[in-house]
């Protein structure tokens, strides 16, 4: 397995502290609303790395957390007038309810923040002990000039640092780089007791300290968006490696952003889009394939079309697998050889969803049932490693068809209309293409003695 690792700005060869065993964990959500588009992109990102990584390992011990105690939700609970538990665990839910949607398998583990406060402090302690963090007016605070590989991850220096956002500059600071560990609670505020008083910890220490718990002081693979480089993940390793002298996770690797028709998302925008929004638009296949297909380092820019496409690809597919719905497959056959070496090679989904199709059009040539048979058996095991192809392929076909009523009919028609000109006038070329972009708008177009009839997508074959 290679992958590219943040620290080192290259793709390395996957290194792990015992060769039958990977350690995987990943940044989860903050749970005080539902998941978006851009929580979606690593859950499906990092559920397709497990499945890889659990090829090639005996034990894969991949954990996702919780962030269940944040002022954000703090402040949802008090514009609700309940304790925060009752909002985490609505948001919990939901979350678990969307990315089962969208084929996400569960992770082995996953800690809450508010389930470890013990291991909060104790960590806090040792740093303290150590000389790397100090009390200041009821606050603990990690000395930063104490590590001097501090900004390694993110490639920045000082001045760039104090420059970004999300870096606090507070009056008791040694240093405005300084970050906290440990801040007091108002009395209406969630709180715990510790050797400090009364309060609750800073974001980035909650990850240290549930890493050491359940994974050991040195991990195999540390995931996340890229959002989280500077300065979460850099002070995740400034507090790891001050705590225990050991190297705190030998690879990083961290997915790009997700825009949506070219701009940011943003609440002043309007335009976060919620996976359950996005459920009601296609079934979650579709919009895991459309999450997968760009690469994971590269930024995705989601719109109606890529939606569309995912659609189109799994329709076709689900088309050759209800052809030889009657033909048994055999469940010990492995993924193909091909595909699985593309995902090896830093998930290179596009070759791999490449090589799928070339699997389904093997399916489709297949002479005889025996071929059939094996072609189906190699199309399904493989598309399993990347999480599709698994529903009944009617129940997919009826699912992924767009209702006539959702399609821009007036767009489709004028296509229509052009494409038949064009076929008079014997422009072939220009027919094939319009038909292309009638494809891309969710429609098939039929050439009946009638004249051109065109259906939402699935249903142009068979009875129209």
Known sequence: MQLFNTLTRRRETLRTERPDRVTLYVCGPTVYN???????RPAVVFDLLARVLR????????????TDV???????????GVPIRTITERYIDAYH????????????????VTEH??????????????????????HVLFQVGSFAEYGQLSGRRPEEMLAGARVEVAPYKRDPLDFVL??????????????????RPGWHVECTAMIGEHLGHTIDIHGGGQDLI???????????TCAHGARYCHTWVHNSFVTVDGQKMSKSLGNVLLVRDLLDQAPGEAVRLALLATHYRRPLDWNS????????????????????????????TPPDAELTAALRRDLNVAEALTRLQRLVDDLKAAADDAGRARAKSAVLASARLLGLLQQPPAEALAALSPRRSDLPVARIEALVAERESARRQRDFARADALRDALAELGAEVRDTPEGPRWAPLTLATGSA
């Open 34 to 40: 539902y998941a978006h588009i851009g929580n979606a």
């Open 55 to 66: 090829q090639d390992y005996a034990q894969v011990v991949y954990a996702r957390n919780f």
């Open 70 to 80: 944040d002022d954000k939700i703090n402040a949802a609970a008090a514009d609700a």
């Open 97 to 112: 309810e969307d990315m089962r949607a969208l084929g996400v398998l569960p992770p082995d583990l996953e800690p809450r």
């Open 117 to 138: 406060m013990p291991e909060i402090i104790a960590l806090i302690e040792t740093l303290i002990e150590r000389g790397h963090a100090y009390e200041a007016e009821g």
């Open 182 to 199: 440990w801040k007091p609670s108002a009395p209406e505020q969630p709180g715990w007791e510790s050797p400090w008083g009364r309060g």
């Open 230 to 240: 500077f300065p979460h993940h850099e002070n995740e390793i400034a507090q790891g």
């Open 305 to 332: 079309e890529r939606l569309m496409r995912a659609r189109r690809t799994l329709i076709d597919h689900y088309r050759a697998l209800c052809e030889v719905e009657g033909l048994e497959a055999d469940p010990e």
